[in-house]
């Protein structure tokens, strides 16, 4: 553990995935940091001479209680009644009080819960706190410091931190703090999920090739529109609409024209942050857009759609399928039944090039959430808190795969000769995937450690329709190595009131942002007659401040200034 843990003691910390509390002090006045400075010695509840050696398991040799506050999705049961609440409880030997609050709504009622400090719990195990969050709560002593339990405890999350440099730089807070847990996902797809998929047996039908510059596509939507590829007589065909998961309608296509990073769309050159939004070549990516939307090859219900709608579009049968590309980080929008052959149709296509040889696919930088396991001021227990936390990475680092369920009911081990996603020896083989609803898993929103190791050890079988080998074969044939020359940094740790204010200033951005994408493209904003508007709007929202502060962080976390 590095000397900064040393000197942070009396700091405070929040984590990624889970609140883990760690102070006795129920009135919000205890200094901050000095509920940790024993390191969790002793308390009201337990003692650090309850705990086992780092590592191992169980946590505790006496039961001792911990009060979780987490957010799974809806379509996970009751949590008390969880098959991997009872794995994990009879592992640790920590019996679990669980305070729920569903992904749906999470983000409200934490809010609500961290503004009022009534009714906390020991820890958070949620989808992660705003940096701008922990280190606001980090001060004022409502999340505890980390650095010297993770040094004492945390032998799993020591094991984590060094497995990438980014990692630690990006969960510290200006000062010196680590205040939230990680979650990392080393996704291969994920890394480059700004997808067109595309009706390969409608281009087949209609004897076209697989476009590969935009006035291609148009071509190609333009005939999906026209020819009725899916060979029903009828005029129903839908040459382009979206999905849930990074489905923007410009995701993917404003990167034939400019980078487009998404969300806020500042992009980083040369090191300088630069607002794509605001440039030329946005303007003329939106023109496309429009053209394409104007003459009907674009869904009109765009803004409106989602996977489960798409997929009765696309239906259970080619013939029933009225859709010719979809915009989507995956193929969800499908149905995945094993007789239904429209999930067969569709293949990814490859960067799209622009008039001006343009062609990028968006890169993400490593998959790391911030701010999904804190510890409140509320924990007896500090020590205990960050043990639970360091048990789920643990889990991980084991190869554990009891976190997707009961072996033999939902995954089993690999058998011998048997190979994962990228063609090296598997080590287990899922066997419920996506089931939904499903009480056998907390589903997501742990402080999770899925290393490319976990990820591609998958079993897949030759000749079957698998979506993860799917999934990484198309990023692995056609997107890697089209990002840009650099990518923004996915996390940054500021000041507090510079964090406060970046995070308001890019909601409101994105906000707009998104809304005029979908205004430009419907035709509700002229790009001749309101671009002038629109610039002076993100103006007076606070663009160009966001993309100083961003600067300002990017060189100071990044570059050493």
């Known amino acids: 553990m590095r000397k900064r843990y040393r000197i942070a003691i009396a700091l405070l910390i929040a984590g990624i995935l889970l609140l883990s509390a760690c102070s006795n002090n129920t009135n919000g006045d205890t200094p901050a940091g000095e509920g940790v400075a024993s390191g969790g010695e002793t308390s009201a509840v337990g003692t650090a001479a309850n705990l086992t050696e780092p590592g191992t398991f169980p946590i505790v040799k ?26 994990f409880e009879e592992k640790t030997n920590i019996k679990i009080e669980w305070v729920r609050a569903n992904m749906e709504d999470y983000r409200d009622k934490l809010n609500l819960m961290l503004a009022s400090q009534t009714d906390m719990p020991d820890v958070i195990l949620s989808w992660g706190i705003g940096n701008a969050q922990q280190i606001a709560y980090g001060s004022q002593g409502l999340f505890l ?134 440039q030329p070549e946005w303007r003329e990516g939106l023109r496309y857009l429009n053209r394409l939307y104007a003459e009907g090859l674009i869904d009109p219900e765009f803004m409106l ?148 190791d976990w990820r591609n050890t998958q079993v897949v079988t030759p000749g079957t329709w698998n979506h993860e080998k799917i999934l990484y074969d198309e990023t692995k044939d056609k997107y890697v190595g089209k990002g840009p020359q650099q990518q923004m940094p996915g996390s940054f740790m500021m000041p507090e009131a510079e964090a406060t204010e970046w995070e308001e200033l890019n909601n409101a951005v994105i906000k707009y942002l998104d809304e005029s994408v979908d205004k430009f493209v419907t035709g509700n904003l002229d790009l001749d007659k309101d671009w002038d508007t629109y610039l002076s709007n993100l103006e007076k929202i606070g663009y160009n401040r966001l993309a100083e502060l961003t600067q300002s962080a990017y060189d100071r976390q990044y570059k050493g200034k």
């Not at 993770?150 to 980014?166: D, F």
């Not at 997808?195 to 004897?207: H, P, R, S, V």
């Not at 072996?407 to 287990?428: F, H, I, S, T």
């Open 145 to 278: 410091p980390l650095n010297e339990l993770i040094e004492k405890y945390g032998s799993a999350t020591q094991q984590v931190l060094a497995y990438n440099p980014i990692i630690e730089s990006a969960i510290t807070a200006p000062d010196g703090n680590i205040y939230g847990l990680p979650a990392i996902n080393e996704c291969y797809h994920c890394t480059y999920s700004h997808k067109m998929w595309i009706n390969q047996q409608w281009l087949d039908e209609l004897g076209l090739e697989l476009p590969k510059t935009t006035e291609e596509f148009y071509q190609v939507l333009k005939a999906f529109k026209e020819k009725d590829p899916n060979g029903n007589g009828k005029a129903d065909e839908i040459p382009l609409t979206r999905g849930s998961w990074q489905g923007g309608i410009d995701f993917f296509l404003m990167n034939a024209f400019i980078y487009n990073e998404a969300g806020n769309r500042l992009m980083l050159q040369d090191d300088q942050v630069v607002q794509a939004a605001i």
């Open 62 to 87: 006496e039961t001792e209680t911990l009060r979780v506050w987490a957010s799974p999705p809806s379509w996970v049961g009751n949590l008390e009644d969880n098959w991997f609440t009872k794995y």
């Open 305 to 452: 759609q989602d996977d489960n709608k798409v997929k009765v579009l696309t239906g259970l049968s080619p013939q029933e399928n009225r859709v010719g590309a979809v915009a989507s980080g995956a193929m969800a929008f499908v149905d995945w039944s094993e007789d239904n052959k429209v999930k067969e149709q569709f293949v990814a296509l490859p960067p799209l090039t622009g008039k001006e040889g343009v062609a990028y696919a968006k890169q993400y930088a490593f998959g790391l959430g911030s701010g999904n396991f804190v510890v409140t001021k509320e924990a007896k227990n500090p020590a205990l808190a960050l043990r639970f936390a360091d048990a789920i990475y643990q889990l991980f680092i084991d190869g554990d795969y009891n976190l997707y369920g009961e072996e033999g009911d939902v995954w089993v081990k690999a058998r011998e000769g048997e190979v994962g996603l990228d063609g090296q020896p598997a080590k287990y083989n899922v066997l419920k995937s996506g089931e939904q609803p499903n009480n056998f898993t907390w589903g997501n929103g742990l402080n999770t450690f899925m290393t490319a």
